[in-house]
């Protein structure tokens, strides 16, 4: 799958693209903070040209962008996100109904009360580790650590 992951410094964004390269897929960065979460002109226009450019099939992003979602259905390409934070405050923009959007959070309450209010585009999953970084770790760590 042809993928671009916007990249707006999250400390897990290596791991998470490096994955996604393990799994087979095409994948490019767009890495710019978000000014506005709902307008920002700037960071629209790059996700539009690399969608255009590379013929992506979807973004994926950690957290949740409402502006991502508006290049997304603009676009007619899936927006996946996964959000880590809690409270994630732009899962209750009205963007978050989308059809493009798949969001998974790991706030089991915050989902259910999406739901409840009929927002079928969240999601619940588990926060989830990377097993290769702590092998790693490990192997470099001494018995005490």
Known sequence: MKIILYCWGANSEKRLHQALLKQGHEVWTVEKKCNNYLRDLDLAELLFAKIHRHGAEMVFSLNYFPIVTMVCQTAGISYISWVYDSPHFTLYAHQIREACNQVFAFDRD???????????TVHY?????DGELFTEILAQANEAE
Do not use: F, Q, R, Y
């Open 110 to 120: 915050m989902v259910e009360h999406l739901k409840s209010d009929g927002v079928i």
């Open 125 to 129: 999953m588990p926060l989830a580790t």
